[in-house]
């Protein structure tokens, strides 16, 4: 491993913000990188954060990914699915999430492709989606930011509700920040629009432009912060000592 | 008394049309030799209500399905399900597509009796569009929300896979999450366990068994002892999935005659034989997620 952090690295701290400030809530990052950025939230910004093992079990330092000894977990408390939708219901969550399509009002998708009654891709099936989306704040994390990702007009199927519906939301409906293999966004623009915060090393915004089926705002086109020395050694020694997360990106 | 079923006990209490609950999520703690015995019967036309993963795609292959009622279809480590989307990209199935809550909420009001239960779960997503049977409600309070309301998913049938039972119907669940079962036995007018074991009521572990007793013996209309009966899904503490057998089971969407061969035509103990054994089953080790 070069000293120099990889693409993955730089997404993981970029998305570990979502959580600043978050206080005492259950953090959920769905996949491996927002897994790994959700455990070192905890670790940097805000250990007043709940994360499970990835199962049914609270435990008070995130579970490394890969083989580890479950015995060495700390268990502190009890979340199976019945108290994880209690807890979302409430709204104490923040879930980062990774949907196969998104638009511009941030509707997400990860039910089905093309035309509902005969999909062309039947993906997994609405999940949660709906009731994360109107129960409490989400941010999402793209490893292939593309016009088939960020789809112009609206995603095929809406799983998680969208900007145009918050009012729906009793004031719950947030998408705090956007991660891809491009930059870091937010949904802050003039009447949410979707905007730029920052660019990954080696991407232009001409890139982003391209790659996504809708307009964007460009609030920055400064560079995104790279990881800190502390933050690395976080990932490489305690969170993924096994270098899983650089297959994402097959570095 | 003493409800100790065979297989084909239960499968002749089931009829065509039926809506059936299947307890377990994804690929954990499914009632699998339960499913195969529906695919081996003439029973068809079935409305299933399920946190899917291969019971789905096992019946979806068969075509026993009619109608799904689903928050999503997974087998875990294989996130999509082959052979339920096949059936959804070939429009064999009508599909009644919630969110993983609502679907919880739809068995409690079926639990309590309640035509409906409310929630915003569903407003602002396609959910709604793709279901417009499913009404609405105004708060009667100052607050006047319109709500979502959950219609009851009532079960003429539940089919759970538990850990321990006794001969009246007491089981335990003892893997760490009971998932939604509990409200699965509470939906449905007769619920149909398989067990791993069969024991007296006075090897259920006394006090701190009854912990694991996830229902009363009230709501069971049937055992059937089913040793390695969640195969190929997990059954925590017993054994983990067979992730092997289930990337077989996922190729064959391909050619299903094969696997339908090997596997589907067997008893429960023969089939028990044909993945390696009930020794080799246990010894799976639990996923790490």
């Known amino acids: 491993m070069t000293n120099s952090p990889s693409l993955s690295e730089i997404c993981i701290s970029s998305a570990s913000k979502a959580w600043e400030g978050d206080g005492e809530i259950l953090a959920t990052g769905i996949g491996l990188i927002p897994r790994i950025a959700a455990g070192l939230a905890k670790l940097t910004l805000n250990q007043d954060l709940m994360m ?6 609270l435990i008070s330092q995130p579970a490394p990914m890969g083989k580890r000894d479950s015995s060495q977990d700390q268990i502190e408390g009890y979340m199976n699915y019945s108290r994880v939708f209690e807890n979302l219901w409430g709204g104490k969550r923040h879930a980062m999430v990774t949907p196969t399509q998104i638009d511009s009002f941030g509707q997400t998708n990860i039910s ?10 039947q993906l997994l099936g609405v999940r949660g989606f709906p009731g994360n989306s109107i129960n409490h704040k989400n941010s999402i994390f793209i490893p292939n930011h593309s016009v088939k990702t960020f789809v112009e007009g609206e995603v095929d199927m809406v799983s998680g509700m969208g900007y145009k519906n918050k009012d729906l939301s009793n004031g719950k409906f947030e998408i705090k920040l956007v991660v891809t293999n491009l930059g870091v ?3 802050n623009g003039k009447d949410n629009t979707f905007q730029l915060l920052s660019l990954h090393p080696g991407v232009s915004t001409d890139d982003v432009i391209e790659n996504t089926g809708f307009q964007v705002s460009i609030k920055s086109d400064s560079t995104t912060p790279m990881p800190s020395s502390e933050e690395l050694a976080l990932i490489r020694e305690v969170l993924d000592p096994q270098n899983i997360r650089n297959s994402i990106f097959g570095e | 008394m003493n409800k100790v079923l065979a297989h084909s006990d239960v499968i002749d209490q089931l009829s065509n049309n039926m809506t059936i609950g299947i307890g377990g999520w994804g690929a954990r703690r499914k009632p699998m030799s339960l499913v195969r015995a529906i695919c081996q019967s003439e029973l068809k036309d079935l409305t299933v209500v399920s946190y899917g993963g291969p019971d789905v795609g096992l019946l979806c292959a068969h075509k026993k399905v009619k109608k799904l009622i689903f928050g999503f279809v997974s ?25 993983e809550g609502m679907v919880q909420w739809g068995l409690r009001a079926a639990a309590m009796n309640l035509p409906f239960l409310p929630t915003r779960v569903g407003l602002g997503t396609d959910v709604l569009k793709n279901s417009p049977d499913i009404e ?8 006047k929300e319109k709500l979502v309301a959950m219609p009851a998913l009532k079960l003429d049938a539940a089919l759970l896979h538990v850990n321990k ?70 059954c925590a503490p017993n054994y983990g999935f067979d992730l092997g057998h289930l990337k077989e089971y996922s190729a064959a969407a391909k050619s299903f005659e ?32």
């Open chain 1, 52 to 57: 499970t093992d990835g199962e049914t079990y």
């Open chain 1, 112 to 121: 089905a492709i093309g035309e509902y009654t005969s999909p062309k891709v």
């Open chain 1, 185 to 187: 966004f937010d949904f």
């Open chain 2, 75 to 99: 087998l875990d480590m294989i996130p999509l399900e082959a052979h339920f989307r096949q059936a959804r990209q070939n429009n064999e199935i009508e599909v009644m597509e919630l969110d």
């Open chain 2, 136 to 143: 609405f409600v105004t708060s009667p309070y100052a607050d």
């Open chain 2, 165 to 234: 039972s006794d001969e009246k119907g007491n089981t335990q669940i003892i893997g760490p999450d009971p998932f939604f079962d509990e409200l699965f036995a509470r939906a449905a007018d007769k619920t149909y366990v398989s067990s791993e074991e069969v024991l007296s009521t006075k090897d259920l572990g006394g006090k701190q068994g009854a912990i694991f007793n996830r229902f009363e013996r009230s709501l069971v209309a049937g055992v059937v002892h089913s040793p390695c009966g969640a195969h190929p899904t997990s």
């Open chain 2, 258 to 289: 094969d696997y339908r061969s090997k596997y589907l035509n067997l008893t429960p103990e023969e089939y028990i034989d044909s993945v390696g054994g009930s020794e080799v089953i246990q010894n799976i080790p639990l996923p790490q997620f």
